[in-house]
């Protein structure tokens, strides 16, 4: 298994654009988590969905924060518009329910300029 | 909801010498309590985790213990070695496909 994929590893981009990140959880995995890390605020949960279905999103900092898990095998995180303030590393992470901690994608480092 | 605190946030070894971290979590329904290291610039990974019903666990170097009523539980790392510096974090949970809360985090330097 390739484990949890993320893309892109890093995205440059410029106040008020529109950024999209993806992930892909490992197969079998029917829980998936949005980390933000910061160096202020630490991994900061934002968003997870079991079996596709957005179950928590009280950490989506704001309204400019959307995710959406159209099938088993796929999740995005999108940001429009950017702001300085969201530059940080973003880790999409997977479990199955009742397993052993969770898989961390590599993930990917937002600059937000 | 969940909280969980975490000391110390840098803490510096010896090579071979002992490290301990400590994390306390104030939700009474959080049964499942891994740990993780970070590499820099690299992934958090599950190193070690611990569930309610046991109050030690061991892997070679690493060992963590879990006091419920207290609602503490810690990360020790014995005869620790450079490839050892890294951030620590320590998470609770109710097991697994539930959210888990991190602490902030335990930078480790270990010098050789």
């Known amino acids: 298994d390739a484990g949890v994929i993320q893309s892109p590893r890093h995205e440059v981009t410029e106040m008020g654009q529109e950024v999209t990140l993806r992930c892909k959880p490992i197969?079998?995995?029917?829980?998936l988590f949005w980390y933000r890390q910061t160096m202020m605020r630490g991994l900061e949960l934002l968003i997870y969905?079991?079996?596709?279905?957005?179950?928590?999103d009280s950490g989506m900092p704001e309204d400019r924060f959307s995710a959406k898990m159209p099938n088993a095998s796929f999740s995005t995180l999108k940001i429009q518009p950017s702001e300085p303030r969201d530059s940080a590393v973003y880790f999409c992470?997977?479990?199955?329910?009742?397993?052993?901690?969770?898989?961390f994608g590599s993930g990917t480092r937002l600059t937000v300029v | 909801g969940e909280n969980v605190e975490q000391h110390p946030s840098t803490l510096s070894v010896q090579e071979g010498d002992s490290a301990v971290i400590k994390c306390t979590y104030s939700?009474?329904?959080?049964?499942?309590f891994p740990w993780y290291k970070q590499e820099l610039g690299k992934r958090p990974q599950l190193i070690i985790d611990?569930?309610?019903?046991?109050g030690e666990k061991k892997d070679q170097r690493i060992a963590v213990t879990l006091n419920k009523t207290a609602k503490h539980f810690s990360l020790h790392i014995t005869e620790t070695q450079p490839e050892d510096s890294a951030v620590y974090f320590c998470?609770?949970?109710?097991?697994?496909?539930?959210?888990?809360?991190f602490g902030a985090g335990t930078r480790l330097f270990v010098k050789a």
């Open positions: 992470a997977s479990i199955n329910t009742g397993g052993n901690g969770y898989t």
């Open positions: 939700d009474s329904a959080s049964n499942y």
């Open positions: 611990i569930r309610s019903n046991v």
């Open positions: 998470a609770a949970s109710q097991s697994g496909g539930f959210k888990t809360i």
């Open positions: 969905f079991n079996n596709n279905v957005p179950i928590d």
């Open positions: 197969s079998g995995h029917n829980s």
